[in-house]
């Protein structure tokens, strides 16, 4: 069973840097729609940084726009996110998404990561 499998997360103080990746374990076909979420205790979860099913330029939740940066590497089937000058209000559980194609003649589907956890202290 193929899953999405993320690192990078830790402990920072306020105006830090930190960087998730995230690529799928076993052999997929193809991956699609990468991106990052996140979860803070007692919230919904929420979009941080995104590439669209049709590829272009990724969307940045108003929160962190100016600070990450999403990008991939596709010869490795990996995205990552850049994030810098960390707040505490970025302390969540910030979990990887993608659209996978595990074999050619399957349909796609969406898979979570389990979630890293990034805690910035004030």
């Known amino acids: 069973q193929v899953q999405l499998v993320e690192s990078g997360g830790g402990l920072v103080q306020t105006g830090g840097s930190l960087t998730l990746s995230c690529a799928p374990s076993?052999?997929?076909?193809?991956?699609?729609?990468m991106g990052w979420y996140r979860q803070a205790p007692g919230k919904q979860r929420e979009l941080v940084a995104a590439?669209?099913?049709?590829?272009?330029?990724?969307n940045y939740a108003d929160s962190v726009k100016g600070r990450f940066t999403i990008s991939r590497d596709n010869a490795r089937n990996t995205v990552y996110l850049q994030m810098n000058n960390l707040k505490p209000e970025d302390t969540a559980v910030y979990y990887c998404?993608?659209?996978?194609?595990?074999?050619?003649?399957?349909?796609?589907?969406?898979?979570w990561g389990q979630g890293t956890q990034v805690t910035v202290s004030s």
């Open positions: 076993g052999s997929i076909f193809s991956i699609n729609a």
């Open positions: 998404n993608a659209r996978i194609r595990q074999r050619l003649m399957s349909q796609s589907s969406q898979y």
């Open positions: 590439f669209g099913i049709s590829g272009g330029s990724p």
